[in-house]
C-alpha cells in the first residue's frame, strides 16, 4: 500500500474514532439541581381508661389498671412507658387515699399501636392496692388513675 493510501486510511480511520466520540459525547449529559422530602407531623395518641372485667380491687387485694390507647398517626406506634398520677375516686365516702400505687413509673413494655385510629388494650397487671383498713363507702368505687405514656415510632 502506498504512502496515501495509507494516510487516507489512518485519516479515515481518525475521523471515524473522533466522529464515534462525539456521537458518544452526545450521550453524555449532567444535571445539576436539588430534592426534598418533607417530614410529617405527629398527633398525641389517647388513652382513654376502661374497667378490667376481671380484676377487682378489695381491701387488702392488687388489681389492674386498664385502658384503650388510640394511634390516629400515620404509622404504628411502641408504647414503650407509663406514668401514673395521683389516683381520684368516684365516691365521697371513699377517699383516694385508700388506693396506692406500688410503682408509678412503668417501663419495659412493648405494646405496638398500629397506625391510623387503630387501637390497642394496655393492661397493668397489679398496679393499684388497696389499704386493708380500707372504709366500708369504697365498695363500688371507681377509682382513676391519670397516665402518661410515651411511645416511639415503628418505621414502616
Known amino acids: ?30 444535571g445539576t439541581g436539588a430534592v426534598s422530602g418533607v417530614a410529617g407531623t405527629t ?3 389517647t388513652v382513654a381508661a376502661t374497667t378490667p372485667a376481671s380484676s377487682v380491687l378489695y381491701p387488702g387485694g392488687a388489681a389492674a389498671l386498664a385502658g384503650t390507647i388510640t394511634n390516629d398517626n400515620a404509622f ?6 407509663v406514668t401514673l398520677g395521683t389516683p381520684t375516686t368516684s365516691s365521697s365516702s371513699c377517699p383516694a387515699s385508700n388506693i396506692t400505687l406500688p410503682q408509678t413509673t412503668i417501663t419495659g413494655l412493648t405494646l405496638d399501636v398500629l397506625a391510623n385510629s387503630n387501637s390497642a388494650v394496655l393492661s397493668l397487671p397489679l398496679a393499684v392496692t388497696m389499704l386493708p383498713t380500707a372504709a366500708e363507702g369504697c365498695k363500688g368505687a371507681v377509682f382513676t388513675v391519670p397516665v402518661t ?8
Request: aromatic residues 6%; glycine residues 10%; charged residues 10%.
Open 76 to 81: 404504628t406506634v411502641r408504647v414503650t412507658s
Open 1 to 30: 500500500m502506498n504512502l496515501r493510501k495509507r494516510s487516507g486510511v489512518v485519516a479515515l480511520i481518525i475521523v471515524a474514532m473522533l466522529g464515534g466520540g462525539v456521537a458518544f459525547a452526545a450521550w453524555m449529559v449532567t
Open 43 to 45: 398527633v398525641n395518641f
Open 149 to 156: 405514656a410515651t411511645g416511639t415510632t415503628i418505621p414502616a
